[in-house]
C-alpha cells in the first residue's frame, strides 16, 4: 500500500458524497458515485462493463450500459442515463467506447500533478518501455523490508506482485502496469486532495523524486 493512500481515500469518498448533493451534471454525479467507493471506484465500474462486453468489442449499447449501471448499483434514473450515453455517444452510434468512457469520467487533473505522477512512473519503469514489470521493481524497490517476505510467506516476486496489483487494472491484473492504468490510479488519489501543492509534496515523500 503506498504511503498515506488509505487515508487520502477515505477522504475522497466523504468529500464525493458530500459533493454529490450540490452537483446537477450527470456525468458528474456518475463520477462522484464511483469516487464515493474510494479510488478504484471508476476502475471497478469498468470491471463490471469488460465482464458485460460478451463479444470483446469494448463497446456498450445503451442496454448493457444501463445494466452495467445497475449492476454496479448506481443510483441513476434512466433519463440520466440516457443523457449521458448520448454525451459520449458521440457520433450517434448508439454505442459507447468504454475505455473512452472510463478515462472521462477520471477526474481531471492539472498539467503540474499529470507530471509528478509521470515522475513516479519514470522512476518505476527502469527499462523505459512504458510499462512497469516487476524487472523493473527489481532495481527500485526493495522486497526485504515487506511484512511477509520477513515471515516466509511470500518471495520476492510475490511482494512485487502484489505491490504492481495495486495499481493495476482490477479487471485485467497482468502484472503489467501502463501508464494509463498508474494515472488512473493517481486521479482517483488526487481528487482527494486539494491543491497542488500538497498533491507534490505527497508524491515527492512517496517515490522519494
Given at each position: ?26 456525468v458528474?454525479?456518475?463520477?462522484l ?13 469498468g ?26 448499483a448506481m ?10 450515453f ?25 498539467n ?18 512504458g ?7 527489481r ?14 510467506d ?24 501502463t ?19 500538497y ?11
Amino acid at each position: 500500500q503506498m504511503p498515506g493512500t488509505a487515508r487520502h481515500d477515505r477522504e475522497m469518498a466523504i468529500q464525493a458524497k458530500r459533493n454529490l448533493s450540490k452537483t446537477t451534471d450527470p456525468v458528474e454525479r456518475l463520477r462522484l458515485q464511483c469516487l464515493a467507493r474510494g479510488s478504484a471506484g471508476i476502475k471497478g465500474l469498468g470491471r463490471v462493463f469488460r465482464i458485460m462486453d460478451d463479444d470483446n468489442s469494448r463497446t456498450l449499447d445503451f442496454k448493457e450500459f444501463v445494466k452495467g449501471l445497475n449492476d454496479y448499483a448506481m443510483m441513476i434514473d434512466k433519463e440520466e442515463a440516457q443523457e449521458i450515453f448520448q454525451i459520449f455517444d458521440k457520433d450517434g452510434s448508439g454505442t459507447i467506447d468504454f475505455d473512452e468512457f472510463l478515462v472521462t469520467l477520471r477526474p481531471p487533473m492539472s498539467n503540474a500533478r499529470k507530471e509528478i505522477i509521470m515522475q513516479a512512473f519514470r522512476k518505476l519503469d527502469k527499462t523505459g518501455d512504458g510499462v512497469i514489470t516487476i524487472e523493473d521493481l527489481r532495481g527500485v524497490y526493495n522486497a526485504k523490508h515487506h511484512p511477509k517476505y520477513q515471515n516466509g510467506d511470500w518471495t520476492e516476486d510475490q511482494v512485487f506482485r502484489a505491490f504492481l496489483d495495486n495499481f493495476d487494472s482490477p479487471y485485467d491484473k497482468d502484472g503489467k502496469v501502463t501508464t494509463e492504468e498508474f494515472m488512473n490510479y493517481y486521479a482517483g488519489v488526487s481528487a482527494s486532495i486539494d491543491t497542488d501543492v500538497y498533491f507534490i509534496v505527497m508524491m515527492k515523500n512517496a517515490w522519494k523524486l
